[in-house]
């Protein structure tokens, strides 16, 4: 259902001429239906009728037409390197050839059939809005124009906080805890909605977000803040108003990380963690979430590269587990969407079996997407003679692709798989959303500790500002860094602020550096970033506090910092380190809007983790 507030709405634009080709060739729709000679035939209606979606009956009636060879690569989602599908940069080819043996994107298509493309800085596809739309539309070229050729899912790990990959100019939104702590689902539907008809007007269709996880785990590496909370209740309706968000502006919202990543010490990437809830437990904690994103419609759910005895005791990780996949989630749950994998390149996937095995694995146990395996070429091959042998029926694929069709023709890619560049300018990174997602940051910021009124500074009586702290680098693509980006936003609010980064790890000197210049400041600011009990951090704190000027932490990642800050007497949560929520958190700090934040998840005490120093629900406000 379209979402009814105001906004971008890519679904009402016109359509009736879009660009084809990354050198913006104008192509009709009719043309565009064209390029594919066999989906042309397998979708020969009446012109009056090209404007509706394929039906059932002939999705099928296009895999029937596929080769085991296409159907095989309709399965996989594959990376590749370069701004272009047709004429990367040298180093980007080189990459190709390296780890794909191939040099672009038009040629992985052409040998693999692959049924979607993942975008990635690191791989050079995100550099800005028109050279993202263009290459979504080569890439789109690319498969319409192979024989019985098929639109692309075209996808990107948008969760915003912490994991972006398309940087401004475009919107950029507060991550998942700080949407947590606004405590809003219309905001959550909001940041899907906006977000989502920019990512569609780029030609990106399918967002690995929301994180539907459920962190009860101050010490989880991997999820932490990209979670809404360690309520289940409240991250299940965070969860369900983004996934409607996203997929009102047709694009498909991705659930993860089935059945729940939220209680691990240990990375997925680089090790193989091990969940030890009950049954029990999972059903009240980590499934919650997921019925709500199957109830609200959800197009894909994502696998987790976890150990989940109580679910399985086999052994096998849940991204290989017919118990699982298969047994809970499409039998127990009623989930009959498509299923991907996390990547198969990281290490919790690849410790019990080698990288031939474990795509073959995937399908058996229900998987339908492939997700970035580390070598395209074995991956492939181990599929394709998996059904040749008989350990794979050709049937069982047919149940993926059908899936898969499913959602490319719900998500209107077989009537318009190409963006226009006018789209982008008129859609992407907008005065209206960018204003709203500051309006949205403001209501995420969480005052927890407020001594003797520190908060808000007052630019009459403190007018000299020092800011100092961690400067990690930006991780969305934003300006940063942080003290800076806090130091210009409190000189916009008529303070005069100077920046001095001291990092995540300040030696001796840097701290004596902070000190000294605190001296000729009215206030300090702090940033903080995953204090411990003997992290330098923490006595950066404690050194500018006893200088007797007032000091204000904030906590730019985790919001556990202020159980390591006793001597503190003014500490906020930002929950990320991107512009959107440090400009948010100045305007609290200098007294702009008041602080609305709640905390989303518990804060233990540093010298006893089991009592709660802060609840959830907590937060302070002037």
Known sequence: MPDSSTGSDTSKRDTGNTAGGEGGTRLSRRTVLAAGAGLTAALTVPTTARAAAPDERRLKALISGMSLEEKVGQLFVMRVYGASATAPDQADIDANLGELGVRTAAELIAKYRVGGIIY????????????????????????????????????????????????????LFPGAMAIGAGGSAADARTLGRISG???????????????????????????GVRSFGADPAAVAELVAAEVKGYQSSRVAATAKHFPGHGDTAVDSHYGFPVITHSRELWEKLDAVPFRSA????????????????????????????????????????????????????MEGVRTKYGDDRVP???????????????????????VL??????????????????????????????????????????????????????????????????EDATLPLDRRRQPRLL??????????????????????ALTESGFTATALPTGTSPSAATVDKAVAAAR????????????????????????????????????????YDVAQLPSVRACLASYCWTDVE???????????????????????????????LYPIGYGLTY
Not at 401 to 428: H, N, Q, T, W
């Open 197 to 223: 008809a920019e990512l569609r007007a780029l030609g990106i269709n399918q967002d690995y977000s929301p994180d539907a996880d459920v962190n009860v785990n101050p010490a989880n590496p991997v999820i």
């Open 520 to 559: 000729d400041a009215d206030a300090v600011v702090v940033a903080t970033y995953n204090v411990t009990a003997g992290s330098s951090q923490r006595t950066l704190v404690e050194r500018l506090s006893a200088t007797g000027k007032p000091v204000v932490a904030l906590a730019v990642r985790n919001p």
């Open 294 to 345: 199957i109830a609200a419609g959800i197009d894909s759910i994502m696998t987790a590269h976890i150990q989940f005895p109580a679910l399985d005791d086999s052994g096998d990780p849940a991204t290989l587990s017919e118990p699982i996949l298969t047994g809970i989630l499409r039998g127990e749950l009623g989930y009959d969407g498509v299923v991907i994998t996390d990547s198969l390149g």
């Open 582 to 612: 440090l400009r948010a958190a100045a305007r609290v700090i200098a007294g702009r809007v008041s602080p609305r934040g709640r905390l989303p998840v518990p804060v233990q005490r540093a010298d006893d983790p089991t009592r709660i």
């Open 120 to 171: 990635f800085t690191w791989a050079h596809n995100t550099r800005d809005p028109h050279q993202i739309a263009d290459l979504s539309n080569g890439i789109q070229r690319a498969s319409l124009e192979q024989s019985r050729g098929l639109p692309m899912l075209i996808a990107t790990d948008q969760e915003h906080g912490a994991v972006c990959r398309v940087g401004q100019p475009a919107t």
């Open 360 to 382: 073959v694995l995937a399908l058996k146990a229900g998987v339908d997407q492939l997700l970035n395996p580390p070598s395209i070429d074995t991956a492939w091959h181990a």
């Open 467 to 488: 800011v100092v702290g961690a400067d990690p680098a930006s991780p969305s693509g934003t300006t940063g860094p942080p003290t800076g980006v806090l130091a210009a």
């Open 385 to 450: 003679k998996a059904v040749q042998d008989g350990e794979l029926t050709e049937a069982r694929l047919d149940e993926s692709i059908l899936r898969i069709l499913r959602m490319k023709s719900r998500l209107g890619l077989f009537r318009e798989p190409y963006v226009d560049r006018a789209g982008v300018d008129r859609v992407v990174g907008t005065r209206s959303h960018l204003a709203t997602a500051d309006r949205i940051a403001e209501r995420t910021t969480t005052l927890l500790v407020n």
